[in-house]
């Protein structure tokens, strides 16, 4: 049976997606074929029929795992998916690793004013991180990306169409109260499809996944979502703890994600 905190989460998470979509004309979903924006898309198909309404972007850097091509490119397929791929530059940035940080959000811009997108579709939560945990649900940002945390409108989010910039865009952010316990628990009651490095191979798994050059994977036997669940409810690891980007301190986070970094 259901837990009653995940079926409140599931309730407003889907109730979040569904005013967004009537909200905005031209919204698109962010994917990076991890655990949560995987979660994120099973959440909008369980809002709308069974059918994902909107596209769904991945910014390719070039460089990510070939298992998570090859998961992308089958469950696409499955889900009839709507697929944008924009390409990113690798090259030298603030976070110190020249694959993600700014260099996808200069490509995340360039796709966004290509197809005219207004709102974006995010699956950060707050627990990931201390300068995610100042995000609401739906979350302005200017013509320029940028991301005034300083000034952040009220929780309440559905009144905030009075408070945007129109030059800009919105962010949403339909995950923002689950955990990672959460996201497995909702993965395993609806059997959504996962990318296999979260399951151990040769006595490791990947936790939280990035490309190849900046993810490294954590000591681990588990091959099954239950074992997952388990080992999260006792470790002490933290979660982003195999992501080796300099981002991940506070203040290059902060920078990163005022310039308008996912």
Known sequence: MISQDLKSLEEKSIYVIREAKIKFPKIAALWSMGKDSTAMLALARKAFLGKVPFPVIHIDNGIDFPETYKFRE?????????????????????????????????????????????????????????????????????????????????????????????????????????????????????????????????????????????TVPLKSKVKDINGIIRELETTKIEERSGREQDKEKAYVMQKLRALGYM
């Open 74 to 214: 089958e469950l696409a397929k499955k889900w009839k998916l709507d697929l944008i791929v924009p390409k990113s530059e690798i090259k030298p940035e603030l976070s110190g690793f020249a694959c993600c940080g700014a260099n996808k959000t200069v490509a995340l811009k360039k796709v966004m004013k290509s197809y005219g997108f207004d709102a974006l579709i995010v699956s950060i939560r707050r627990d990931e991180h201390g300068i995610r945990a100042k995000e609401r649900y739906m979350s302005p940002r200017d013509k320029n990306f940028k991301w005034d945390y300083k000034d952040q409108p009220a929780e309440l989010w559905d009144d905030y169409s009075s408070k945007l910039d129109t030059k800009g865009h919105i962010r949403v952010h339909p995950l923002l109260d689950w955990n990672e316990i959460d996201i497995w628990n909702f993965i395993k009651k609806e059997k959504v499809p996962m990318n296999p490095l979260y399951f151990a191979r040769d006595g490791h798994r990947y936790r939280s996944l990035g490309c190849l050059h900046c």
